[in-house]
């Protein structure tokens, strides 16, 4: 396996797991989800990590100084000893790609899904769904009524999810419906911070689950 890791003005994170076609078939694939998880820590300092909903871990290394671990999932909470770990670039050689926004060529593209999301009262297509940030010191995001601890939304599967940034390969919720509307609106209060309200009034077909 192979981490996929994006480094943007020094922020990186991990945005995919690469396996290896010869070892991994489709079942083995989806039953090593099933059992085991990956977190990155976006941190130089940190000199220990804990790891919650773990039973135990199976390898953890650094990438430039950043915590990198792969853990058995369970109830329980495990811990890992930073600096005992191995930093994968003095064992392997680094890769790094840069690309030009500037040679892109424009493409027309067309929308993901049929769901009409709109921002602020405004239509918005899925694969233009605002990146919002929060900071989780002061802004707040409401899902259907309840508050999600997450540190971004965007688009995930031509719908609205909602993300944290230690384990960026699946979402903390997304919504399922894509018949119907969903509305974000996005409230800045006097102190500065922001409450990001999310609802739609789903429609759930439990034989299409």
Known sequence: MFASILEEQGHYVLVAIIFSKSKFTPSR????????????????????????????????????????????????????????????????????????????????????????????????????VPRLRFDLSRDLAIANGL????????????????????NAMLPVMFFYDDDTPIDIDLHTRQNGSRVCVIEQAAKVNYEEL
């Open 147 to 166: 508050v999600i601890v997450a540190d971004f939304m965007e688009d995930y599967c031509g719908t609205v999810a909602l993300w944290q940034e230690d």
């Open 29 to 128: 694939l989806a039953k090593w989800l099933d059992t085991y998880g990956a977190r990155f820590v976006n941190s130089v300092g940190a000199t220990a990590i804990e790891v919650h909903g773990a039973c135990e871990l199976t390898g953890a290394v650094r990438f430039m100084g950043r915590p990198l671990v792969v853990y058995k999932k369970g109830q329980g909470v495990t811990s890992c000893d930073v600096w005992q770990c191995v930093e994968v670039n003095d064992v392997y050689p680094r890769y790094d790609c840069i690309v030009n926004s500037a040679n892109a060529k424009e493409l027309e593209m067309e929308p993901t899904c049929k769901t009409a999301i709109l921002y602020n009262g405004q239509r918005v297509y899925s694969y233009s």
